[in-house]
């Protein structure tokens, strides 16, 4: 079953402009933690943001917040005033107590426009 | 502080060749990771290391691919034979500690983008 969805392929935002990019997971561990991964064309995959599962407020590093909805099991990312930089492949992930393996979600590609 | 050392960066291969990838993780980091990311889709773990000792290798192909870590530093990822569905991007990362105490941010390496002809 797949533990992490991401429903959209392609995204596409103007500059300066806010995006929601979409993420549910699937898990029965009461114990987890959400991340998402920015990989931009050169392939490396960086670190943006992190939720608990037990965390009672929002996470927010910067432009990147995660809206948190657990009874709705979704974890979307916003980026707030886009930049042309944030171009670029964008990953959810998750990672469950009962092991250590952190499971992708199958991407979302982020295109700004000026 | 220098960030996960993967080469080589490129390499391309015929069917049936044995090929070799390198990493070297953060100082500090006791365990490492290899994903293999295939084209248009998230990395997945091929294995994960607690220093020298693999405690999770259930995804790892055992019939072609093996992995040695021997003095729980860096870590050698192989394949031998290649074959075409081997063509993928192969991402080494470390961390501090695996599970979720606090939590556990994995740093990427810029990943070995492998080519099976």
């Known amino acids: 079953a797949q533990k992490i969805t991401q429903t959209q392929p392609g995204m596409f935002v103007q500059e300066k402009e806010a995006v929601t990019l979409d993420c549910t997971y699937d898990t029965s561990d009461p114990s987890y933690g959400l991340f998402w991964y920015k990989q931009p064309s050169s392939g490396e995959m960086i670190f943006l943001i992190y939720q608990g599962s037990y965390d009672q407020q929002n996470a927010t590093e910067g432009r990147y917040s995660l809206n948190f909805q657990k009874a709705r099991k979704s974890a979307n990312l916003v980026i707030s005033a886009s930049q042309l930089g944030d171009s670029a492949m964008y990953f959810c992930a998750m990672i469950e107590t009962s092991g250590s393996r952190l499971t992708f979600g199958e991407g979302t590609q982020l295109t700004v426009n000026p | 502080e220098a960030g996960v050392v993967q080469s080589p960066r490129y390499k391309i291969i015929e069917k049936k060749q044995p090929v070799a990838f390198w990493c070297n993780p953060i100082?500090?980091?006791?365990?490492l990771y290899w994903y293999r990311q295939n084209l248009g889709q998230g990395p997945e773990l091929l294995i994960r290391y607690e220093n020298e000792e693999a405690v999770d290798d259930s995804q790892l192909p055992k019939d072609r691919f093996s992995a040695e870590r021997l003095k729980g530093v860096d870590s050698t990822l192989k394949i031998q034979p290649a074959e075409l569905g081997d063509s993928a991007v192969y991402l080494c990362?470390?961390?501090?500690?695996?599970?979720?105490?606090?939590?556990?941010?994995?740093?990427f390496g810029p990943g070995t983008r492998l080519t099976v002809l």
């Open positions: 990362a470390s961390s501090l500690a695996a599970g979720l105490a606090g939590y556990n941010e994995q740093f």
């Open positions: 100082s500090g980091h006791n365990t």
